[in-house]
């Protein structure tokens, strides 16, 4: 077996591995023995038909396996003199392979890149304090009022946090909305629907809100309304001034509910006390949590800071993808049209890619951490993952255990992701931690 091996860059390899003849032929008439011993030939008993008949019935098998093994010895003998840190095999070119002829496989390879770890310990952090203020549990439970509300028809002009019912037509340059886009018919005529006075979150229709103030049932109104540039719901009315027809058909005020008993058990609560006591655990613990989050990515960022080396490319471009995917995904659910991937193509691309490549680097980090600090997925660790995924995927437990059970790659990408989780988590517990001012 004769290696040879070029550099394509720092992370990619060409691994050229040649058999002689001899070792082809001895790879053939291995094939050619396994074939024989369980093939079934009419005269024959299993294992003792002739290896001319064997090659002359089964020749595709013969030359499918002989491929396979040389391959697979060719590559088991390139690391093995090479010793090189695999990370995914990018192409093969195998070449002829045949019995009687000698045969050379070329493998392009994507390498571990090879860097010294930075000071890992000590990465600065910074949290918030985690104990509620008063105005943050008062405008918790304000807001806990806000969703128990009562509207009640009032006769007199809206005004801020009032709903109004109304009737609206839409026109652009005096054309109907509706024929500029017949599909999306809610931008451009409607009957009846509701709309919040001065809301803080903005209605189907950009800035209609903001223009309903004052008004009462009967009152019409033309509302100028100029939807963003970059209004992906209904790429048509990007940018475009429309005119809104509205007639307010209702006004409704909100009224809060009283903080008594019959509020208080709504909350499961006994009192405004206890109340009280309630929210300012659970706003404890979402800062906690939050602290936690932004650690994570502070500590992560400091890591990958301290030092530069090249990426494979491979891992780079299958990290892209998965980018792109959830992106896809989030925004597809949230109505966005996938016209408007499309257009936006190539920035997509290139913002994905950089997001990847930031996320590979600190995966490698964390392995090389994991691996001095000797951190493994343990099977505590496969159990809870196991179970998180049950319940994501509302299946039994038993069914999640039994798919990974029979897909290793999916297997190994689950221990991966623990370990890379666990190594994070280490950096954390260790690093220099400051308490930054409450926010204002």
Do not use: C
């Amino acid at each position: 077996m004769n290696i040879e091996l070029k550099d394509i860059s720092e992370t990619r390899k060409s691994l050229i591995v040649s058999l002689d003849k001899n070792e082809v032929d001895a790879e053939y008439q291995a094939v050619v023995g396994e074939i024989t011993r369980v093939a079934r030939l009419p005269g024959f008993r299993p294992g003792r038909a002739p290896a001319e008949l064997i090659v002359k019935r089964f020749g595709k098998e013969v030359q499918a396996e002989l491929k396979s093994k040389v391959v697979g010895k060719a590559y088991r003998g390139g690391l093995e003199k090479t010793k090189l840190e695999v990370v995914s095999v990018v192409e093969v070119a195998e070449g002829k392979i045949e019995s009687g002829l000698s045969a050379a496989v070329t493998f392009t390879l994507d390498v571990h890149p090879q860097f010294v770890l930075p000071d890992y310990l000590g990465l600065p952090a910074s949290v918030r304090p985690t104990e509620a203020t008063e105005a943050e549990v008062d405008a918790v439970i304000e807001s806990l009022r806000q969703e128990r509300a009562d509207f009640r028809v009032a006769e007199r002009p809206a005004r801020k946090g009032d709903y109004v019912k109304l009737a609206y037509s839409g026109t652009i340059d005096g054309k109907p909305v509706a024929e500029l886009a017949p599909d999306k018919q809610i931008y451009g005529k409607v009957p009846q629907t509701w709309e919040e006075v001065e809301g803080e979150q903005e209605g189907l229709i950009p800035g209609l809100g903001r223009q309903l103030a004052g008004l009462k049932a009967g009152d019409k109104k033309d509302a100028g309304i100029t939807f963003p540039a970059d209004f992906a719901a209904v790429p048509a009315l990007a940018g475009k001034a429309v005119v809104y027809a509205v007639e307010v058909q209702e006004v409704r005020e909100r009224v809060l509910p009283a903080l008594d008993a019959e509020f208080f058990k709504a909350q499961q609560v006994e009192n405004l006390d206890a109340l009280k006591g309630q929210v300012r655990q659970n706003l404890k613990l979402r800062k906690e949590y939050e602290n936690r989050r932004t650690q994570r990515q502070q500590v992560s960022d400091a890591l990958a800071n301290k030092i530069e080396f090249p990426l494979p490319e491979s891992l780079i471009a299958a990290e892209t993808q998965g980018v792109l995917r959830r992106f896809m995904e989030e925004h597809l659910s949230r109505g966005v049209p996938e016209a408007e991937f499309e257009k936006n193509k190539q920035e997509l691309y290139e913002n994905a890619r950089r997001a990847a490549a930031g996320r590979v680097k600190v995966q490698l980090l964390l392995a090389k951490i994991a691996e001095k600090e000797k951190i493994q997925a343990d099977e505590r660790d496969l159990d809870g993952a196991i179970m998180r995924e049950a319940v994501r995927s509302n299946q039994r437990p038993e069914k999640v255990a039994k798919e990974f059970a029979k897909d290793r790659d999916r297997l190994r990408t689950l221990q991966q992701a623990i370990v890379f989780d666990k190594a994070l988590d280490f950096l954390v517990s260790k690093a220099t931690v400051t308490t930054a001012a409450p926010k204002a």
